[in-house]
Structure formats: C-alpha cells, structure tokens
C-alpha cells in the first residue's frame, strides 16, 4: 500500500520538499525586546558569542533572548575632536574599542563592562588612527540594503554584521534591529492530504488490508483499492457484525497470531473475525475490564501471548492464549504522574515506549514486563509532556507527536532529545492521537488535531556536532541585577542576607535557539541534573534561601540531540552570619562543654549523695541485724546458725564453726588454732571475722558453745555436774562452775534446779 503511495504523492511533495530549503527565518527585535532606542548604529560580536549593540551612545547586550543595557558613564569617555563615523578595533581578545560621531569607548569583553582608562593605552599607531576618524567607516554595502528590503523592514540599514554561525544582525536606522538565521532544511505542512492522511490512520495487517477505525463503524479496504472511492471499502457495523454494541470503533490490531484485537465502544474489547462476521467480548470471560477501566485506547503486542492493554486510567496485560488479566506492574510507578495513556510502540530493539498525558515513559526491556521486575524511566526535555503519537524512524530514533508540536528521541543511551519549533517548518499544535506513521521512502507523516499534516525527513535533523559553551549573561542577588555579573560572581563570596540567587544563561545559539536543551544543577544541592528545554535560547535558574556552605554552578546545552557543550561552573560560599561563624560555633561548644561538665558534676554529686545515703542506710541496716545476731547468740541456750549470720556466706561459716566445736566438745585441748584449720582459716582472719558478726574472740566464742552446750546438758539430762563438766570439755568442775555462773549469772547447780521443781 506505502510503495503504491509514493507513485503519487512525490509530485506533490517534491515543490514542498525545494520550498523547504533556503527559506530566511528571521527576528525583529525592538525596544520592546530590551533594545535602548530602536537606532541601532553599530553591532559587534564578542568572543564568546553575545552581541555588543550601540544605539547611538547607550549600549546593550544580547543575552540570547532579550537585550540588557549596559551602563557606561559618557561623562568618563574619551571626546573626540573629528567626528569620523562608527567604527571598532579588538586589542588582543578581550579589550574592544568602539567609535562613534562623538566618544571613543573601551569595553572589557572578558568582564563585560566598560574601562575608562582610555588615555593611558593610547599608544600604537592604530589606535592614533581610531582617534582621527581614519580607517574604513562601518557602512553596510547595497546588498544588505536588497536583503532588508525583502524582510520588509522599511528602514534604512545603518549597520550589518554575520556572525560566527553564519546568521546575519542588520541595525536599522529607526527599525530596530533584523537578525536572519543561516538557511536550513524545514518540515514540510501540508494542509490536506487523503493518501497521507490515511496512510497515519489506517492500521495495515500482514495480508495487506487497511483497516480504518470510524464512529460510524469499522472500514476495510485492499492495497489495491487504499485510493479507490468511499463506496468501494468494506464495512463493518451492528447491522453485519452481532457482537458490536455501538458503531464507534475505537481501535484494532492484529495479533501475533493473525488475530484482530478490537475495541468496541470504549471498553468492549474483543476478537474480531471479518470473515465470520463474529466479535468475542472478553468483557464476559473478563468482568474486570468493564469494572476498572473506563476507555480503552489501545493495543501493543509484547509477546506472543501477552499483550499490553492501555487506557484513560490504567493499562494491563492481556494473556490472549488463555484469555486472563495479569497485573502491568510499571503502571504503579507511573501513576505517580498520569494514569491517562495516549499511545504505546515497541520499538525495533524490543524497549517499550509509553505515551501519556503527563510524560514520555521508556521500559528497556519489554520482556521483563512480564516478570514485573521492569525498569521505567520518564523522559526529561521534552518541549511538551502530553504525548500524542509515536513513530520510529529507520535509524531506530523515536519521534513524538505531541500538544505542542513534535520532538525526537534519539535511539541510544542518553537519549539525546531534539525539539522542533516553528523555525523548523513545525507549527506548534497539537497532533492528533495514534496518527503517525513511517513511509517506505524514510519520510515521517504526523497528522495535526486540526486534520493538517507534517512530513519530514529525518535526515535533515541529525545530531549537530558543534558545541556550545554555556555563558552566564545575568545574575541577579535578592532579586537585584548585578550590573557586573562575571565580576560580582568571581568574587565567589555573598554575606548570609544575599542568599536568593539567580542565575541566567545561554549558549548564544542564535542560529537554533529551539534545538538548545540546557541542563544545569546546584551541586551541594540539587542532586540530579535539572532541564530546561523551553527553547527560548535562554535558560534561568533561581535558588532560594541557600543555607550557608559551599556550592558550584553548573551548566551544560546540546544542539539538536549532540554531545553536551563545554560547562559553566561557578563556585561560591555563602558566608554564614556571625552567630554561625566557625569561632562562635567553638564558643558556643565550650558553653555547652561547660554546662555538660556541670550537669555531669551535678549528676556525679547528686549520684554519690545517694549512694552514700544508701551506703549508710545499708550499713545502719547492718548494724541492726548485727546487734540482732549477737543479742539471739547471748540470749538463746540453743545456737541457731541461721540467726546468728547476716548472710548466706556467714551461715555457713557459723554452721561449720559449730560443726567443728561439737566434734571436738569433750576435748580440753581443743584450741584456736585447731578451729581456724578445721574451717580452712587463718587465725587472724577467724579472729576478724568472729569480730564482725558477734564482737567476741574465737576463745570466747569456743568457751560459749562449750557452755551453752552444757546448758542444754543440764536441762536435758540426768547427768551430774562432773560428767557434764567433761562432756564440753572443762578440766574440773570448780572451773566449769565458775565459767558457767560468769555466762549465765547462776551456777550450774541452781539452773538445773527449775527442772526439778517442775518435775
């Protein structure tokens, strides 16, 4: 059907195609766009680029959208004496001098300012002869005047220049300023077209027949007869076709398997058999579809089973080998911005392209799709982000259509981004949904809302391999412009109070601002590359509020897809207020170390305080159990070892103690010493602890258990006095009286004594 195309359409395309070439874009610039007065006397190109403008005696400079004065006291400017006319003269790169009827100027290229220490370098020949008006005066030649003349400028010209890209600045003499951009290839609009027009709306199948989706029902027609009249294409509707719930028909395409996909209605989905005149609606195997999606737009095959399903608020997948839903999980991600898709190619190198109402959305691999572990990235420097349609071209470059015009992605990584605007033939509408197409001859067609269309050719867009450096042409602190912005900015150093910076800056592409995509970034702050793609030829960049620290600038632009240009970087500091500087950040660290060394002074005193307190408390607790043992050990005949022993330790020791003594009872030599061996102790040590728990001496507390002993004896026993004397180990009962009456009060004779009386 295409080839068949271009036996007709080249006739009408090839004036169109010569149309396209050597067309003079150009600008009128006036006081409306910054210039001073609209006489402009005199222009000169700087080094790098920007355009120096004279309009008698008041200068301005184009920053590559609009003119900025520049000041310049004539006060401190050389008279001249002979008036010789308007003339210039660059000493070295940077100091440029300028004459016109009355001064003689010097402006610093390099700060972008004028000096007015003209006098003193008034020393070489040449300028001697600036001075005396000798030298050829800067008057434009006749053809200048010809190529004014047909840009309709009605004004004398009163100075021409071509610039380093070849584009052309006439001053005119009340006019205002002209610049004519170096002549380059256009797009091609064409206002109607029927096999054009079709050729972007028809869906062609692998048998070769071009199927047309109308409101007023489904069209067909062979390759043959694609320009044969209406009456001739086959169609399909409700009154042929059972399963059509309504005439409008919003999409079709063909599967991987021969099958035709359609869309019935906004949300009838189903398979459609043009030879048995028979539509399945999934809707009835798939209630969800109904449920959850309100319009579908379209269709893109993945695989060979599953293919992507895509909507005003959603997308999904369709296994069209079991007829089931699966989840398309990028559509999550991209939920963040839009839910609306508008179209969707899957591209020669398999990567998924999404078009949506808010964003270009690119998935590099589209099998993993279907393992949902995709990887979704979302174009950055697109002129517009509601995207319309989407072609790919034979060089595998991505072209969109979108509400504003159409741009190109290029086919590989980064994927340089190339806008195209009115100086290129495109006007700036909207194309019309899923209406684009490639041609058998290389050439793109995209279908405008307004039913006009725009070809072009991709080769007359390649990537331009010329670099542009990024040059700051104004800076504005606290909102105030900066009237020395390189100079101001150099110093590199702004107080905390001038922490609202601004940034303007260009790569002076005058010849295609449109294809100039800016990225920049505030490192220390912005963590990635920001853009701006608006094509203006001037890009801007505003930090608010920067907190005190260290930051560098930078800039970079690409023409029409190329490399990334030379970068701007401009370090600078702002300088925190006193209260932040480093030395009162010490000072304010050695009153917060004072005062932690207090609070922890506090702290430490009122933390020994308590220990003390409890220390004593504990001790004065001591001393209590203490004084309870001792008085249990005087008071009570029987030893208990469990009252006698404040703690286990002491128990312990007290029952082995008791242990040792009782064994060794009738043993009158039993010593000291033998008890200390007996409890693994030395005699010192047994004398200490003996001290600590009852106050008494290991003799005394050996004589009191012997005693005691001889106490319960006497209570329990028959046994005469003697025999209880030798029992507990006293050598004569004389002995054994006297001990007893010194513990007890009473001899043993008069303790055994109540034992009688109650017997």
């Known amino acids: 059907m ?76 050389y008279r001249l004496e002979h008036f010789g006319g308007y003339a210039h003269l660059w000493q070295g790169d940077s100091l440029l001098w300028l004459r ?3 001064h003689l100027y010097l402006f610093d290229a390099r700060e972008r300012a004028f000096r007015y220490d003209v006098e003193a370098r008034l020393t070489s020949e040449q300028l001697n002869q600036l001075v005396a008006g000798e030298g050829t005066y800067e008057s434009p030649d006749d053809s200048w005047q010809q190529l004014a003349d047909s840009l309709g400028t009605a004004s004398k010209v009163a100075h021409a220049m071509t610039d380093r890209q070849g584009g052309r600045w006439i001053g005119t003499r009340g006019n205002g300023l002209f610049y004519v951009r170096p002549p380059r290839p256009q797009a091609i609009y064409i206002g109607h077209n029927d096999s054009l027009l079709h050729a972007a709306r028809y869906m062609q ?26 009456s001739r294409a086959i169609r399909y ?58 319009w579908i737009v379209g269709a893109c095959p993945l695989t060979e089973n599953d293919v992507l399903v895509y909507s005003q608020n959603g997308a999904f997948l369709l296994d069209v080998k079991h007829d089931s839903i699966n989840e398309f999980a990028p559509a999550s991600e ?11 190619l899957r591209d020669s190198k398999g990567r998924l392209w999404l078009g949506t109402q808010n964003g270009l959305f690119l998935i590099h691999n589209s099998q993993f799709i279907i393992h949902n572990c ?178 560098v600038f930078e800039a970079q632009a690409s023409v029409a897809g190329g490399e990334w240009g030379e970068a701007l970087s401009i370090p600078f500091t702002i300088r925190p207020p006193w209260w932040l500087t480093w030395w009162m950040k010490m000072i304010y660290g050695l009153i917060g170390l004072m005062g932690l060394i207090g609070l922890i002074e506090f702290y430490l005193k009122k933390k020994r305080a308590r220990l003390e307190a409890e220390a004593e408390e504990r001790v004065n607790h001591l001393f209590e159990l203490r004084e309870q043992a001792r008085k249990q050990f005087v008071d009570n005949v029987r030893i208990d070892a469990s009252k006698i022993g404040v703690n286990s330790e002491e128990e312990a020791l007290v029952g082995q103690l008791l242990k040792a003594i009782e064994q060794n009872l009738d043993n009158t030599e039993y010593s000291v010493d033998q008890l200390a061996r007996d409890v693994a102790l030395g005699r010192t040590n047994l004398y200490k602890r003996m001290q600590t728990m009852l106050g008494i001496t290991p003799n005394d507390f050996i004589r009191s258990v012997r005693l005691k002993r001889a106490a319960v004896l006497l209570s329990d026993t028959d046994l005469s006095i003697v025999e209880i004397s030798e029992r507990v180990g006293f050598t004569t009962p004389r002995y054994f009286s006297t001990q007893f009456k010194k513990m007890f009060g009473i001899t043993p004779s008069e303790y055994r004594e109540p034992k009688k009386e109650t017997i």
């Not at 210039?35 to 005199?42: A, G, K, P, S, Y």
């Not at 047309?212 to 062979?222: A, H, I, K, P, V």
């Open 100 to 102: 016109d009827f009355y």
């Open 237 to 294: 509707g409700q009154d042929n076709v059972p399963g059509f719930v309504h005439n409008r028909i919003v999409f079709i395409t063909e599967l991987p398997d021969g099958r035709l996909l359609l869309c019935n209605n906004g949300n009838n989905l189903g398979y459609f058999d043009p030879e048995a005149l028979s539509f399945d609606v999934l809707n009835r195997k798939l209630p969800q579809i109904e449920a959850n999606y309100r």
């Open 2 to 77: 295409r080839r068949f195309l271009y036996i007709v359409i080249p006739l009408l395309s090839f004036g169109c195609t010569l149309m396209s070439f050597g067309q003079n874009v150009w600008h009128h610039y006036t006081v409306g766009d910054g210039l001073i007065t609209n006489e402009v006397r005199q222009v000169v190109e700087l080094p790098n680029g920007q355009v120096l403008v004279n309009c008698e005696g008041a200068f301005c400079m184009f920053d590559g959208q609009t003119f900025r004065e520049i000041s310049c006291d004539l006060s401190r400017t």
């Open 334 to 344: 991209i939920a963040r911005w839009t839910e609306k898709y508008n179209c969707a």
């Open 374 to 551: 995709a990887e979704v990235t979302r174009m950055e420097g697109l002129a517009n982000n509601c995207i319309r349609s989407l072609v790919e071209d034979k060089e595998g470059n991505i072209w969109v259509g979108s509400s504003s015009g159409i741009s190109r992605v290029g086919a590989h990584e980064p994927f340089p981004i190339l806008n195209l605007g009115l100086s290129d033939g495109v006007p700036q509408v909207s194309m019309d949904e899923r209406a684009a197409t490639l041609l058998d001859d290389g050439r793109l067609v995209f279908v405008q809302h307004t039913m006009g269309l725009v070809t072009i050719r991709p080769e007359w867009f390649v990537a331009d391999s010329t670099t542009f450096p990024v040059h700051l042409v104004s800076f504005e602190v606290n909102g105030q412009p900066v009237p020395s912005p390189l100079r101001e900015v150099g110093r590199g150093l702004f107080p905390h109070s001038q922490n609202y910076l601004t940034f303007r800056f260009s790569a002076l592409n005058y010849a295609a601002p449109e294809h100039t995509i800016y990225r920049y970034r505030l490192v220390g702050l912005d963590r990635d590359w920001l853009y701006d793609s608006s094509g203006t030829g001037l890009a801007t960049a505003s930090y608010n509020a920067l907190q005190p620290g260290r930051y």
């Open 205 to 230: 199948d692998s048998q070769g027949r071009a199927w047309q989706c109308t409101m007023n029902g489904l069209y067909c027609r062979s390759e043959s007869d694609f320009l044969g009249p209406e």
